[in-house]
């Protein structure tokens, strides 16, 4: 059938500048470039273009330039282009449409309606240059009384402490699977992990029997619908374990690898034949209430002999703060919440653009419900979804995280250019791909090191701006609101916010 | 409190081993974790085999015994073990004398299962590994989500029948219900989103009981083969049964598999 979707990219090639070296076509797994050898020169197919830029960064002549098609259909404010695009293609196949990454809907984004205070004359601002700053972390549940007792100035604690992840800084790695990812960005993420003194999360797809040993000791592993490759080692190589029952990209349906990506490797990883689609189903079928959940988080516990903390992550929907609570009482050791603006290798666009809710709003309901349940204590919270910057980092704590989880960013720490098509399994920038031939270009020492100057600038960041705030420790800005103000927002959404208006 | 019974009379240093070998538990008044912790203890003092006696609802017993030397366990049940009895469990070998609850063999790795009476929902979840023997039947979503890797093939046997679910998303393995009882099969929606492995039904099934997604044949030789294995292993644990592997395998089997393993692959557009 002839498909009515013009392309979304113009390729606009400098003939003076291009040499003719076919190393556009090369980068391109799409199939976008050709060289036609009788005219000698390339040949550009404008539809195959995903907007990737993987030929514009690597053109050695500066010669290509990629843009959004300038054509348009008429002007119409409810029938945008892309509604009319999803649409002909829909008709065309008949299928659920799908993408990749997070959200790009333009929900309001409530960090950038937040703005951060400072010390001024009083309460004196703190150099960080000068001073130390604490921004170490502790992920995990802390007790309700602590008994200690002084013998001959020695202070020894009483009460038995619940394991505990440490993080030099409030910033983890979110869940991605070895299956959605290339294995060389799998790795990059556990090498900057351990490098960093923070965790990388497995996501659903098992720990390569040859990572567990060296990367083990700054893993959290993941137990999703799917199960797949888990086993007691998998469970205990790890420092924590996750218990993945939604994610802000596609809250309340499951996941679905599909069999192109399932390689020899992969397939060995989770422990499935090659090739077979890997089905997440949407819930646990052995969770259909908090009990059940309950049930999981000791079989857990059992399982790792009650040395790891046991986390649980969510999606930020409409009533989840009460489930949340259920959750603490379920005996979680922390809670992940997966706002609207989550990432994901794949999931039907219907779903990532209109399930779930903004992580700010998420983020403080939940503070103030545990709080308000005398809770809070029994639980951590991880906050994901959307964080993009050093600030959005900051003003989720304040808002009463924990610490956060970033996917997204440290995909584009690495090179990513948000251009959806993770389920391609085409990846140019050998982040999201199987295929050796692009994943070989993603070299892990240098992806590593990219995203460990990504924590060391936050975290640097961060120390600025507490110091700023006359904070020398990142756990007295936790939950603390009144070093947020909003700009521009509704009494409501402040009210949920839990913040003043700025000047207030 | 845990003892090492002595099992052996002989004596001397050679055989101090095989003198504690068997330990046995009085489960009475044991919560399900000081049960465990007991357990673990045997294991990592080199107990091979332990009797627990007066079981009555301690849940998932044989989940913490995962070492990294792989210290390996026998034991026995008596009483009712609560749910997840086995889950995550890793090459050790449990018998129940007595009927379990839901959620038996959860994720489980390897080992085998025996159970001398019934079991709940939620039986052989996400098994990966290992043999599951059930006397008589077995409640809800049983076998979901099974799944193989090569020579790593979970086998769950179920004497009696299933309800409804049976094998849902199933990836891999092999599944036997026997119906020994002739009784009619209730169970309906089998197979849904099936993607892999096999269910072998004694009796028949009409077509509305099943998932869209599997096919129904009569076996063949090499199915025939596989069912002569596990039915005569499940005669040699359940010898109270009384019938012979003749009258059993004389009787009609269905074999159910995936139409494709790749079930969803033309839902999408993009």
């Known amino acids: 059938m002839k498909s009515f979707v013009f392309p979304e990219f113009q390729i606009i090639r400098d003939e003076e500048k291009c040499g003719q070296c076919r190393g556009c076509e090369r980068q391109c797994a799409f199939g976008t470039h050709t060289y036609d050898p009788v005219a000698d020169r390339l040949i550009s197919d404008n539809y195959k273009c995903v907007g990737c830029q993987r030929c514009v960064i690597f053109c050695p002549k500066d010669a290509i330039e990629v843009r959004p098609t300038p054509s348009f259909y008429r002007p119409n404010a409810s029938w945008s282009r892309e509604k ?117 999360n497995t996501g659903e797809g098992g720990l390569p029997h040859e990572m567990r040993a060296e990367f083990g000791r700054c893993a959290i592993v993941q137990v999703a619908s799917g199960r797949f490759g888990i086993d007691a080692e ?44 890997a089905i997440s189903p949407a819930p646990h079928h052995d969770i259909y209430s908090i009990e059940d959940l309950a049930m999981l988080i000791s079989a857990l516990k059992e399982a790792t002999n009650y040395e790891k903390p046991i986390s649980v992550k969510i999606a930020a929907v409409h009533n989840f703060a009460a489930i949340a609570s259920g959750i603490v009482r379920a005996g979680a050791d922390i809670i992940a919440i997966d706002g609207l603006r989550g990432g994901t290798g794949t999931a039907p666009k219907v779903i990532r653009d209109n399930v779930g809710i903004p992580i700010e709003l998420a983020i403080s309901s939940l503070d103030r419900r545990l709080r308000n349940e005398g809770i809070r204590n029994k639980c951590s919270i991880i906050a994901a979804g959307g964080i993009r910057c050093s600030s959005d980092v900051i003003k989720a704590i304040a808002l009463g995280a924990d610490a956060v989880y970033i996917g997204s960013a440290a995909l584009i720490a690495m090179g990513c250019t948000l251009c959806q098509k993770c389920f391609s399994n085409k990846c140019n920038w050998g982040i999201c791909t199987q295929d050796p031939r692009l994943s070989g270009r993603l070299n892990v020492d240098i992806a590593s090191q990219r995203l460990s100057n990504l924590l060391s600038a936050w975290s640097h960041e961060i120390a600025e701006m507490l110091g700023g705030m006359g904070i020398n420790a990142l756990e007295s800005l936790r939950g603390n609101r009144d070093h947020l103000r909003g700009v521009g927002l509704y009494e409501w959404e402040l009210d949920v916010l839990g913040i003043k208006g700025a000047g207030e | 409190m845990a003892r090492a019974a002595a099992s052996q009379t002989s004596v001397g240093a050679d055989h101090i081993e095989e003198r504690i070998a068997v330990a046995e538990i009085d489960a009475t008044g044991l919560q399900t974790k000081e049960l465990n912790d007991q357990l ?12 627990i006696r007066n079981v009555c609802g301690q849940r998932y017993i044989g989940t913490r015994l995962y070492t990294p030397e792989h210290l390996r366990m026998e034991i026995e049940i008596f009483g009712t073990p609560g749910n997840d009895l086995a889950a995550f469990l890793y090459g050790h ?16 790795d390897g080992g085998e299962v025996i159970v001398k009476g019934r079991a709940g929902d939620v039986l052989a979840f996400s098994m990966r590994g290992g043999e599951i023997y059930v006397r008589d039947n077995c409640g809800y979503r049983t076998a979901l989500h099974m799944k193989e890797y090569e020579d790593k093939k979970p086998v769950l046997v ?53 998932g869209g997604q599997v096919e129904v044949t009569a076996i063949e030789e090499p199915d025939r083969s596989i069912l002569d294995r596990y039915v005569s292993r499940f005669l040699e644990r359940f010898p109270e049964i009384g019938m012979s592997q003749r009258e059993i395998m004389q009787s009609q089997f269905y074999r159910l598999k995936p139409k494709s393993k790749r079930p969803y692959s033309n839902l999408y557009t993009y």
């Open chain 2, 158 to 210: 179920v004497g009696g029948c299933t309800q409804d679910f049976l094998g849902e998303y199933m990836a891999g393995g092999i599944v036997i219900i026997l119906n020994l009882l002739d009784q009619t099969h209730k169970a309906n929606f089998i197979g849904t989103g099936m993607h892999g492995g096999v269910i072998y039904l004694r009796g028949q099934v009409e077509p509305d009981q099943l």
């Open chain 1, 84 to 200: 009319l695009e999803d649409l002909k293609k829909q008709a065309e196949t008949g299928g659920v449409i799908l993408t990749g990454s997070g959200n790009d809907k333009p929900f309001r984004i409530y960090w950038d309606h937040i703005v951060l205070n400072a010390s001024q004359v009083t309460n004196p601002s703190i150099d960080p240059l000068r001073e130390p700053m604490e921004l170490r972390t502790f992920l995990g549940a802390k007790p309700d009384l602590m008994d200690v007792s002084v013998k001959d100035g020695d202070v020894q604690i009483k009460t038995q402490l619940s394991p505990n992840l440490m993080v030099q800084t409030p910033i983890l790695f979110s869940a991605m699977s070895y299956g959605a990812i290339s294995y060389n960005a799998f790795r990059a993420l556990a090498t900057a992990a351990c490098k960093s003194g923070t965790y990388f």
């Open chain 1, 234 to 277: 998998y469970l205990n190589c790890a420092q924590a374990v996750e218990i993945k029952v939604g994610q802000g990209a596609k809250p309340g349906i499951g996941g679905h690898l599909p069999g192109e990506k399932v390689s020899a490797a992969v397939a060995k990883t989770r422990m499935i034949p090659l090739g077979t689609d």
């Open chain 2, 93 to 108: 070998k449990i018998t129940v004398h007595g009927n379990a609850q839901d959620g038996v063999g959860n994720t489980m």
């Open chain 2, 40 to 51: 673990r203890d045997l294991l990592l003092s080199g107990i091979k085999k332990v009797n």
